[in-house]
């Protein structure tokens, strides 16, 4: 699970337009599934402003997958974890690695290894970084 533990981060980010430090700081109380809607409180963005997202049926499934590794993760631990996007039950403080071995490989030509979302050409960004997190 490694690799998609860093890749929904990442197409979660890249699906709502949202800031790497909201995507993996999201929590579980965060999504109000009955009303379609994931939302950043106020304070925990950049310009301090909350906002919401609504849930898609690309994000609906990519949370789904989330709840189900997070349910499989306390069971294991016996513990609790109020984080949508975690390593285990660890926050995800950075994945300059993983993405610098995914950037190396020979199907990822158009991806920048020192940032997420960096790509060489402009023209294949969008369809570089939705397909190298697929």
């Known amino acids: 699970m ?6 929904d981060g990442v197409r979660f980010a890249f699906l709502t337009g949202w800031r790497r430090g909201e995507v993996f700081s999201l929590t579980w109380s965060q999504l109000d599934r009955s009303g379609g809607l994931v939302r950043l409180e106020s304070g925990m963005t950049k310009n301090g402003e909350g906002r919401a997202f609504p849930l898609t049926p690309p ?6 997958r989330r709840h189900e590794y997070t349910r499989r ?3 294991t631990q016996a513990c ?3 984080l949508v996007f975690h390593r285990k039950g660890r926050l995800v403080n950075s994945f300059k690695r993983t993405w610098a071995e995914r950037a190396r490989r020979p199907d990822c030509q158009d991806c ?6 960096a790509v060489r050409s402009e023209t ?3 369809r570089a970084c939705r397909d ?3």
């Open 112 to 117: 920048c290894s020192t940032t997420c979302g």
């Open 2 to 7: 490694k690799k998609d533990e860093v890749a």
């Open 59 to 64: 994000l609906r499934a990519l949370l789904e």
């Open 132 to 134: 190298l997190w697929r």
């Open 124 to 126: 294949s960004s969008v």
């Open 80 to 82: 609790i974890i109020p």
């Open 73 to 75: 993760c306390e069971r």
